[in-house]
């Protein structure tokens, strides 16, 4: 058995270079297409970058380890960001990348357990994680385990009754194995979450449900790390949350600026384009 | 007033939530559900119980009595209730799930769908007020439940007819490994099937009686009421065959085919659902699609409406769901 401990998979390459990897991975996966979720993939990538590479516990030969941190994507339309994760920590070869989306690949366009190894929940149907993440705390607990649960939403998915349900319940369980992330992209499909159903305050928010709140910039990698450590290393009996404030399409300023960023549309040129803006910004 | 004496007012007829399906003096058991699991329970420590705030009505106080560490209440929050339920299936427990059969069909029928069946994860769903069983009007009345759940890939779906099949699914269903959805007769339960040699198999439909006029495919407590009316119909001289079908899906088509195969029938399906989506047109299609043609088809059944409130007894036989109303029309069709 490889690895387990991500402090060991820092080896030589830095976050910000893993959060790099990311992208690239995710824009290529774009390019196959010719569209798809690229601003929430640029746009989460220094976290998942922080996730996969510092803090999760996992051997990615082996993605159904028993003590591994769980990782639940509940935003399936995100699977693009997560792929590119699951490949660039060896859980997913690098040449399924091609595949993905295509005719019976195990990367189909919205994240499926039953499809990839590493995706631990079926999401796509928005408002599902927090609940099965409240299950499996619950059942770690039971069976002693030390294992957290990650569960990374996004703010529209918020605007599900079904998310706070779960919120409630992780607060009155106490269930301090269970960190949500929140990309807070501030865009969805008909427009800005704040202009759609707003939920600020949204610290407040889940402060009252009962857990422990932060709120950093999600495209600031020393931020994003302070703040898992922090939601990790507290003693407090309370679930914790991370909201992180991210810019869509991060990392190439041309599709920064477009208005839609919910789903790209990318000219054929353009991947050629964004893929060498991104070359230009490759961290030292 | 004139003087003469104001006649007795007449008491009314009530509805009751915790209405009992028992007639007077018939045999019950109480909270089968309850006690089977607890029994079954003992020996494997991978069953735990959550509820969402109606274990009293489902008969989960008894394993949450017995088993108090091992019973998770949710709160009033049915989506929870299944997507934690998945998660605790995902890190190998056996969740029982308990509500009322509307709020986990109706409400939580995405989470079910996307969170447990298209998983296969190994979760129980059993669930309390199926069909027409309380008279608190459409809120809590499921007639539509086994539509919906039928129509739900990889669930197995369960109607037992009485207190003995209700503790015999009980063991059968956490003895499966798979997601099942179990309608749940609870509290005092009538005791019928013990007099028929029956035992409750997963997927299996069971001829209780033979008969050879009319043959009558049941579920659920229609069995029950089915097997009441065949003996009034017999003292008639008219022969009646009762096949329990209990569980809704899979069906057993090769009974069922079989039964309603044997000619000069006429097949009548009963069941405790709306007629639309039910058992009834499950079985019909099953017929079609053999090239098996009964010498006629009827179905037994609630009509695709939303209900009255009222008095169960009351409600029983306005929609033809009665013992008495299962022997009219059966005559009649005969």
Redesign the interface.
């Given at each position: 058995m490889t690895t387990t401990a991500a402090s060991d998979r820092r080896s030589n390459m830095t976050l910000a270079q893993r959060a790099w990897h990311i992208r690239r991975k995710a824009l290529r996966m774009g390019e196959v297409q010719g569209q798809g979720y690229i601003g929430q993939a640029l746009g989460i990538a220094d976290v998942l970058a922080v996730a996969y590479f510092h803090s999760l516990r996992y051997r990615p030969d082996d993605p159904e380890w028993e003590e591994r941190d769980r990782f639940l994507l509940s935003i399936g339309h995100y699977a693009i960001a997560l792929y590119a994760a699951l490949i660039e920590a060896g859980v997913l070869p690098e040449d399924e990348l091609e595949t993905y989306g295509t005719d019976d690949s195990r990367l189909p366009m919205s994240g499926?357990?039953?499809y990839t190894p590493g995706m631990?929940?079926?999401g796509?149907?928005l408002?599902?994680g927090?609940?099965?993440?409240?299950?499996?705390?619950?059942?770690?607990k039971?069976?002693g385990s030390k294992a957290f649960v990650f569960n990374l939403l996004s703010d529209g998915e918020l605007g599900e009754?079904?998310t706070w349900?779960?919120a409630?319940?992780a607060g009155?369980h106490k269930l301090d194995n269970l960190i949500a992330l929140v990309d807070f992209n501030n865009q969805q499909a008909d427009g800005p979450s704040t202009a759609t159903l707003c939920s600020e305050p949204l610290g407040a928010k889940w402060e009252a449900f009962g857990w422990h709140v932060q709120r950093v910039d999600g495209n600031d990698i020393e931020a994003v790390r302070a703040a898992f450590d922090a939601a990790k290393d507290l003693a407090e009996p309370r679930p914790r949350v991370i909201v992180f404030d991210t810019t869509m399409c991060k990392g190439v300023p041309f599709l920064e600026q477009r208005e839609i960023t919910h789903f790209v549309r990318v000219e054929p040129q353009e991947w050629q384009q964004a893929l060498d803006v991104l070359d230009r910004s490759k961290p030292e | 007033m004139s003087g003469t004496a104001t006649p007795p007012k007449k008491r009314l007829t009530t509805s009751a939530m915790i209405a009992s399906l028992a007639e007077a003096g018939q045999e019950t058991r109480p909270a089968p559900f309850g006690h089977a699991l607890v029994r079954v329970a003992e020996s494997r420590t991978d069953i735990v119980g959550l509820s969402a705030d109606l274990a009293k009505y489902t008969d989960l106080h008894v394993f949450a009595k017995a088993y108090p560490d091992r019973f998770y209440q949710m709160g009033m929050a049915e989506q929870l209730l299944m997507s934690a339920a998945a998660g605790m299936a995902r890190e190998g427990f056996t969740p029982v799930a308990t509500t009322y059969a509307v709020f986990a069909s109706r409400r939580a029928y995405d989470f079910i769908c996307m969170a447990i069946a298209e998983e296969k994860l190994n979760v129980k769903i059993a669930c309390a007020l199926p069909g027409l069983t309380t008279g608190y009007g459409p809120s809590h009345q499921a007639t539509e439940d086994l539509a919906i759940m039928r129509a739900m890939p990889n669930l197995v779906v369960i109607d037992p007819c009485d207190a003995l099949d209700v503790e015999q699914a009980t063991e059968a269903m956490t003895a499966y490994c798979g997601p099942v959805y179990m309608r749940l007769l609870r509290g005092q339960v009538p005791l019928v099937l013990d007099r028929y040699d029956y035992r409750f198999e997963l997927g299996k439909a069971k001829l209780l009686k033979g008969g050879k006029d009319v043959l009558v495919i049941a579920s659920g407590f229609m069995t029950m009421r089915a097997l009441a009316a065949a003996e009034q119909l017999e003292a008639d001289g008219i022969g009646m065959a009762v096949l329990h079908s209990p569980t809704i899906k899979p069906l057993d088509e090769a009974t069922i085919l079989a039964e309603a195969g044997r000619g000069g029938r006429l097949v009548v399906t009963a069941e405790n659902h709306s007629i639309t989506g039910g058992l009834g047109e499950a079985i019909a299609g099953v017929l079609m699609r053999a090239g098996v043609h009964p010498s006629a088809f009827r179905q037994i059944a609630l009509p695709d409406a939303f209900l009255d409130a009222g008095a169960l007894p009351t409600l029983h036989d306005r929609y033809g769901i009665s013992t008495e109303a299962v022997a009219r029309r059966i005559r009649e069709w005969l």
């Amino acid at each position: 058995m490889t690895t387990t401990a991500a402090s060991d998979r820092r080896s030589n390459m830095t976050l910000a270079q893993r959060a790099w990897h990311i992208r690239r991975k995710a824009l290529r996966m774009g390019e196959v297409q010719g569209q798809g979720y690229i601003g929430q993939a640029l746009g989460i990538a220094d976290v998942l970058a922080v996730a996969y590479f510092h803090s999760l516990r996992y051997r990615p030969d082996d993605p159904e380890w028993e003590e591994r941190d769980r990782f639940l994507l509940s935003i399936g339309h995100y699977a693009i960001a997560l792929y590119a994760a699951l490949i660039e920590a060896g859980v997913l070869p690098e040449d399924e990348l091609e595949t993905y989306g295509t005719d019976d690949s195990r990367l189909p366009m919205s994240g499926m357990a039953a499809y990839t190894p590493g995706m631990e929940i079926t999401g796509g149907s928005l408002g599902h994680g927090l609940g099965i993440a409240v299950g499996m705390g619950l059942g770690l607990k039971r069976k002693g385990s030390k294992a957290f649960v990650f569960n990374l939403l996004s703010d529209g998915e918020l605007g599900e009754g079904s998310t706070w349900e779960a919120a409630m319940s992780a607060g009155h369980h106490k269930l301090d194995n269970l960190i949500a992330l929140v990309d807070f992209n501030n865009q969805q499909a008909d427009g800005p979450s704040t202009a759609t159903l707003c939920s600020e305050p949204l610290g407040a928010k889940w402060e009252a449900f009962g857990w422990h709140v932060q709120r950093v910039d999600g495209n600031d990698i020393e931020a994003v790390r302070a703040a898992f450590d922090a939601a990790k290393d507290l003693a407090e009996p309370r679930p914790r949350v991370i909201v992180f404030d991210t810019t869509m399409c991060k990392g190439v300023p041309f599709l920064e600026q477009r208005e839609i960023t919910h789903f790209v549309r990318v000219e054929p040129q353009e991947w050629q384009q964004a893929l060498d803006v991104l070359d230009r910004s490759k961290p030292e | 007033m004139s003087g003469t004496a104001t006649p007795p007012k007449k008491r009314l007829t009530t509805s009751a939530m915790i209405a009992s399906l028992a007639e007077a003096g018939q045999e019950t058991r109480p909270a089968p559900f309850g006690h089977a699991l607890v029994r079954v329970a003992e020996s494997r420590t991978d069953i735990v119980g959550l509820s969402a705030d109606l274990a009293k009505y489902t008969d989960l106080h008894v394993f949450a009595k017995a088993y108090p560490d091992r019973f998770y209440q949710m709160g009033m929050a049915e989506q929870l209730l299944m997507s934690a339920a998945a998660g605790m299936a995902r890190e190998g427990f056996t969740p029982v799930a308990t509500t009322y059969a509307v709020f986990a069909s109706r409400r939580a029928y995405d989470f079910i769908c996307m969170a447990i069946a298209e998983e296969k994860l190994n979760v129980k769903i059993a669930c309390a007020l199926p069909g027409l069983t309380t008279g608190y009007g459409p809120s809590h009345q499921a007639t539509e439940d086994l539509a919906i759940m039928r129509a739900m890939p990889n669930l197995v779906v369960i109607d037992p007819c009485d207190a003995l099949d209700v503790e015999q699914a009980t063991e059968a269903m956490t003895a499966y490994c798979g997601p099942v959805y179990m309608r749940l007769l609870r509290g005092q339960v009538p005791l019928v099937l013990d007099r028929y040699d029956y035992r409750f198999e997963l997927g299996k439909a069971k001829l209780l009686k033979g008969g050879k006029d009319v043959l009558v495919i049941a579920s659920g407590f229609m069995t029950m009421r089915a097997l009441a009316a065949a003996e009034q119909l017999e003292a008639d001289g008219i022969g009646m065959a009762v096949l329990h079908s209990p569980t809704i899906k899979p069906l057993d088509e090769a009974t069922i085919l079989a039964e309603a195969g044997r000619g000069g029938r006429l097949v009548v399906t009963a069941e405790n659902h709306s007629i639309t989506g039910g058992l009834g047109e499950a079985i019909a299609g099953v017929l079609m699609r053999a090239g098996v043609h009964p010498s006629a088809f009827r179905q037994i059944a609630l009509p695709d409406a939303f209900l009255d409130a009222g008095a169960l007894p009351t409600l029983h036989d306005r929609y033809g769901i009665s013992t008495e109303a299962v022997a009219r029309r059966i005559r009649e069709w005969l």
